[in-house]
């Protein structure tokens, strides 16, 4: 609520909640405490990632046109007289994800919002898939022209983030804009754009032109200049972020809503502050919804009833399906544009590449692995895929694994599809392969293995090795490396070159061990992941027929860690830190001490003007220096 009718509301209905629990009657009247209130209806998807419909069946009777029926709610909302207007809002990710959207670019998501009106969309980081002032946005930061079979435009929707600048500077890009100003039911909505610093989940060379600040209270602040400028009713902050945390952060006297993304939850509720804020899921299964009331005389605003609707759920699926035309539930127009996308890819979607006799789930194997089955299948194609290179090892990242195929019920037997490959691997990853040490490989597997969701975006999927390591207090250590050939490597040799392949965004990402390593193949003639898996999945069932045997290995294998007296274990015996002085350089050294030699390690220079190997320094020299 605006000003001090926030802080009274919030007075009052509290006292009405302790006086309901002893009033049953006073509880009905309650309900009526906005009668004479307008009413803007709050409606939002986000992380719809190409669902205009499901069409993992492959049947088209059983497609789901998930994102018509939330439509048909839309319309029914728009045309009711219990709302004075609706609100229609997405927090992005809005294309990449499933066949028919990925093979003509989101034409048809772009179409779909222009006809159901969306009020305003975030820019999410999966617009950055592909290129973002193309197929996401344009020059006047609105979402970019579509046509998809009968229908083409050009729709004025705004595409909104604040904080999105080009890199070394604070000049904003100009194909999105900062906030947009929308009138609802005679109020002003300020909507304000913006996202979390989500440039670590893009490509690296498709987020190089822009940095992101995603400092909270630089938000907050933007909030209130929006807010005065403006002079709005009513601030909303459209954001392809976590909604709790940053409603957490905001003044409730400035913002009146948050309406977030990109975690794939759902999520609704008033932060401790009385600042309400909603997530609705991802893939069209459902959307997040909220009513602003709006006093017509005072301009006193309350945000209430934040809520999750479910759209789509195994046991009413049929609801969603579009029976012959015959389905009231749905908006038949955006029936038409589903349909057109899914006709304008289907002639090549059905061609079958294998058969597999069990479910290939993202999902790790056992408890206390993070192998998958879907990992070890992939990451087995990349290695078909750069065989002509040698390659004894393949690394991808369970997140982008974006779906598991699962058998039918009852079914003993799966068809692997075309369309499987673009919805299991959307994102056109290039293959990068890179000539790597012993040491390198095992330094990659322990950046990979770490346990949390950032340290496998380096490549925790892999095959053509087993890896053993264990747990130590900074994270894990790789005690052995074997491959699929039984050749054990050696994980401290800086010498013999190995060749393993890796997807593009895990090789590009900060801090990986291939950052600033060069690909033995140039990049235009890299393989692109889904086009190469069908090629390869094309060529083996040519050799051996439809009938693929699903490697289920375990392939990281967490082992005891070894005992510290052991004289040929992997940790020290003895652990000293020196600081040396050899010419110009000054060296932080951790020397360590084993029961087979010793050797440097954690070696970081503070100048680097005539050392640059640490092997130049000696033992003595280290020794000399208490």
């Given at each position: 609520?605006?000003?001090?009718?926030?802080?009274?509301?919030?007075?009052?209905?509290?006292?009405?909640?302790v006086l309901?629990?002893f009033s049953?009657a006073?509880?009905?009247e309650?309900?009526?405490?906005?009668?004479?209130?307008?009413?803007i209806?709050?409606?939002?998807?986000?992380?719809?990632h190409g669902?205009i419909?499901d069409?993992?069946?492959?049947?088209?009777?059983?497609?789901?046109?998930?994102?018509?029926?939330?439509?048909k709610?839309?319309?029914?909302?728009?045309?009711?007289?219990?709302y004075?207007?609706?609100?229609l809002?997405?927090?992005?990710?809005?294309?990449q994800g499933?066949?028919?959207?990925?093979?003509?670019?989101?034409?048809?998501?772009?179409?779909a919002?222009?006809?159901m009106?969306?009020?305003?969309?975030?820019l999410?980081?999966?617009?950055?898939?592909w290129?973002?002032?193309?197929?996401?946005?344009?020059?006047?930061?609105?979402?970019?022209?579509?046509?998809?079979?009968?229908?083409?435009?050009?729709?004025?929707?705004p595409?909104?983030m604040?904080?999105?600048?080009?890199?070394?500077?604070?000049?904003?890009v100009?194909?999105?804009?900062?906030?947009?100003?929308?009138?609802?039911?005679g109020?002003?909505?300020?909507?304000?754009?913006?996202?979390?610093d989500?440039?670590?989940?893009i490509?690296a060379?498709?987020i190089?032109?822009?940095?992101i600040?995603?400092s909270?209270?630089?938000?907050?602040?933007k909030?209130?200049?929006?807010?005065?400028a403006?002079n709005a009713?009513?601030?909303v902050?459209?954001?392809h972020?976590?909604?709790?945390e940053?409603?957490?952060a905001?003044?409730?006297?400035v913002?009146?809503?948050v309406?977030?993304g990109?975690?794939?939850?759902?999520?609704?509720g008033?932060?401790?502050?009385g600042?309400v804020?909603?997530?609705?899921?991802?893939?069209?299964r459902?959307?997040?919804e909220?009513?602003?009331?709006?006093?017509?005389?005072?301009k006193?605003?309350?945000?209430v009833?934040?809520?999750y609707?479910?759209?789509?759920?195994?046991?009413t699926?049929?609801?969603?399906?579009?029976?012959?035309?015959?389905n009231t539930?749905?908006?038949?127009?955006?029936?038409?544009?589903?349909?057109?996308?899914w006709?304008?890819?289907?002639d090549?979607m059905?061609?079958?590449l294998c058969?597999v006799?069990?479910?290939?789930?993202k999902t790790?194997i056992?408890?206390?692995?993070t192998?998958?089955v879907?990992?070890?299948?992939?990451?087995g194609?990349?290695?078909?895929?750069?065989?002509?290179?040698d390659?004894i090892?393949?690394?991808?990242n369970s997140?982008?694994?974006?779906?598991s195929?699962?058998?039918?019920?009852g079914?003993?037997?799966r068809d692997?599809?075309?369309?499987?490959?673009y919805t299991?691997?959307?994102?056109?990853?290039k293959?990068y392969?890179?000539?790597?040490?012993g040491?390198q490989?095992?330094?990659?597997?322990?950046?990979?293995?770490?346990?949390?969701?950032?340290?496998?975006n380096?490549?925790?999927?892999?095959?053509?090795i087993?890896?053993s390591?264990y747990?130590?207090?900074?994270?894990?250590?790789?005690?052995?490396?074997?491959t699929d050939?039984?050749?054990?490597?050696?994980?401290?040799?800086t010498?013999?070159m190995?060749?393993?392949c890796?997807?593009q965004?895990?090789?590009?990402?900060?801090?990986?061990?291939?950052e600033?390593l060069t690909?033995?193949?140039?990049d235009?003639?890299?393989?692109i992941?889904?086009l190469?898996f069908?090629?390869?999945?094309?060529?083996?069932?040519?050799?051996?027929?439809?009938?693929?045997?699903?490697?289920?290995?375990i392939?990281?294998?967490?082992?005891?860690a070894?005992d510290?007296?052991?004289?040929?274990?992997?940790?020290?015996?003895?652990?000293?830190?020196?600081?040396?002085?050899?010419?110009?350089?000054?060296?932080?050294?951790?020397?360590?001490?084993?029961?087979?030699?010793?050797?440097?390690?954690?070696?970081?220079?503070?100048?680097r003007?005539?050392?640059?190997?640490?092997?130049?320094?000696?033992v003595g020299?280290?020794?000399?220096i208490?």
């Amino acid at each position: 609520m605006n000003k001090n009718g926030k802080k009274t509301l919030s007075l009052f209905l509290s006292l009405i909640l302790v006086l309901s629990l002893f009033s049953p009657a006073f509880a009905v009247e309650n309900e009526q405490n906005y009668e004479g209130w307008d009413t803007i209806k709050v409606f939002e998807t986000t992380d719809m990632h190409g669902y205009i419909t499901d069409v993992s069946s492959y049947v088209e009777k059983t497609f789901q046109y998930r994102l018509a029926y939330i439509a048909k709610i839309v319309k029914d909302a728009r045309a009711s007289q219990e709302y004075q207007d609706v609100l229609l809002l997405d927090s992005g990710d809005i294309y990449q994800g499933t066949p028919h959207s990925n093979l003509t670019y989101g034409a048809a998501l772009r179409a779909a919002f222009d006809k159901m009106g969306y009020d305003a969309v975030s820019l999410g980081n999966h617009e950055f898939d592909w290129d973002v002032q193309t197929y996401a946005a344009d020059q006047n930061g609105t979402m970019a022209p579509y046509q998809i079979g009968g229908f083409q435009g050009d729709s004025k929707i705004p595409v909104l983030m604040y904080n999105l600048y080009h890199v070394g500077s604070r000049e904003k890009v100009p194909f999105v804009q900062e906030y947009t100003v929308v009138e609802k039911a005679g109020y002003k909505v300020a909507i304000l754009g913006y996202a979390d610093d989500y440039r670590a989940d893009i490509m690296a060379e498709k987020i190089a032109p822009y940095e992101i600040d995603g400092s909270l209270e630089k938000l907050a602040a933007k909030a209130v200049e929006v807010k005065t400028a403006t002079n709005a009713d009513i601030l909303v902050i459209l954001a392809h972020s976590d909604p709790k945390e940053i409603a957490e952060a905001m003044d409730s006297e400035v913002v009146d809503l948050v309406a977030g993304g990109h975690t794939h939850t759902i999520s609704y509720g008033t932060a401790e502050n009385g600042v309400v804020y909603i997530q609705g899921n991802y893939q069209a299964r459902g959307y997040a919804e909220a009513e602003i009331k709006i006093h017509p005389e005072t301009k006193d605003v309350a945000v209430v009833n934040p809520n999750y609707t479910e759209v789509y759920n195994r046991d009413t699926v049929e609801k969603l399906y579009d029976k012959n035309g015959t389905n009231t539930d749905l908006d038949p127009e955006i029936v038409a544009i589903s349909k057109a996308a899914w006709d304008a890819v289907k002639d090549e979607m059905y061609e079958v590449l294998c058969t597999v006799d069990q479910d290939i789930l993202k999902t790790p194997i056992q408890e206390g692995t993070t192998t998958s089955v879907a990992g070890n299948w992939l990451t087995g194609l990349m290695l078909d895929a750069t065989a002509d290179l040698d390659t004894i090892a393949a690394f991808t990242n369970s997140g982008g694994i974006r779906t598991s195929l699962t058998m039918a019920e009852g079914a003993k037997t799966r068809d692997i599809t075309v369309a499987d490959i673009y919805t299991i691997a959307p994102f056109g990853n290039k293959i990068y392969t890179f000539s790597i040490t012993g040491k390198q490989l095992a330094q990659h597997l322990e950046n990979a293995l770490q346990g949390s969701y950032e340290n496998s975006n380096y490549g925790d999927q892999f095959s053509g090795i087993v890896v053993s390591y264990y747990k130590v207090a900074d994270g894990i250590r790789v005690s052995r490396i074997v491959t699929d050939k039984g050749v054990e490597i050696d994980i401290n040799d800086t010498e013999k070159m190995y060749n393993v392949c890796v997807n593009q965004y895990n090789a590009t990402l900060a801090g990986s061990v291939f950052e600033n390593l060069t690909p033995l193949q140039e990049d235009d003639y890299a393989p692109i992941d889904n086009l190469s898996f069908i090629a390869a999945l094309q060529a083996r069932r040519e050799a051996y027929g439809l009938n693929w045997e699903l490697d289920t290995s375990i392939r990281a294998v967490e082992v005891a860690a070894p005992d510290t007296q052991d004289a040929a274990s992997e940790n020290p015996i003895l652990k000293t830190t020196y600081v040396v002085t050899s010419g110009d350089c000054l060296w932080n050294i951790t020397y360590q001490i084993y029961g087979t030699g010793s050797r440097w390690t954690e070696i970081y220079e503070a100048n680097r003007d005539s050392i640059t190997d640490p092997n130049e320094l000696q033992v003595g020299q280290v020794l000399q220096i208490p």
